[in-house]
């Protein structure tokens, strides 16, 4: 079985309306993948994070320090996706990449955050899918995506591995699921 590491933006993954709705659509939409791929998703921080970093730096907090408020953040992003999942996917947040792979490798979907002060939920999705023995990132990959972006940007900036048909097959599912995900539908 194949490996697929996504990137779930926090601003996408909570909106901020509805957002116990669309968390569980989310999850429905990955239930339905893990039938025939291994996931790990890794769950950004969105503006919860970002009023955090900027509070903390406004109480004089070092750039350390903010990156550490923005990751416990996209931690608990990936609980509250953890828990719609229920029983499909482990039981505790990885707060490492190797820790991450070795979960990843034991079978079920794999939910996480953020790593170390100093990178990215992108950067860790990279990191993850390098470790798991995927084709290297793509550079847009690594770039900040806009919520309210296109699919087509969405779409571009995932990290799919290993193989051409893996693409084929899950790329068209992914965009028609988020699409009408975005929009409010059940997927």
């Not at 194949?2 to 429905?28: F, Q, R």
């Not at 339905?32 to 109480?59: D, M, N, P, W």
């Not at 900040?144 to 087509?152: A, E, H, K, Q, S």
């Amino acid at each position: 079985m194949d490996y697929v590491v996504v990137s779930l933006g926090g601003s996408i993954l909570v909106p901020g309306e509805k957002d116990s709705e669309h968390i569980s659509a989310i999850a429905g939409l990955m239930r339905s993948l893990c039938k025939e791929l291994h996931l790990v998703l890794v769950c950004g921080g969105g503006k919860v994070a970002r009023y955090y970093i900027s509070t903390g730096k406004e109480l004089g907090a070092s750039r350390e320090q903010q990156d550490e408020l923005g990751i416990e953040i996209t931690r608990m992003n990936a609980r509250l996706l953890q828990l719609a999942l229920g029983k499909e996917a482990f039981g505790s947040i990885p707060r490492t990449v190797e820790e991450a792979v070795r979960e990843a490798r034991r079978g079920k979907m794999l939910v996480m955050g953020g790593t170390v002060p100093g990178h990215t939920t992108d950067a860790v999705s990279a990191l993850v899918a390098e470790a798991l023995g995927g084709l290297p990132p793509r550079p847009n990959a690594l770039k900040p995506l806009d919520p309210r972006g296109t699919l087509d940007a969405i779409s571009q900036s995932a990290q799919v591995m290993p193989t051409n048909d893996l693409i084929l097959t899950v790329g068209p599912v992914f965009q028609s699921a988020l699409g009408r995900i975005l929009n409010g539908e059940a997927p």
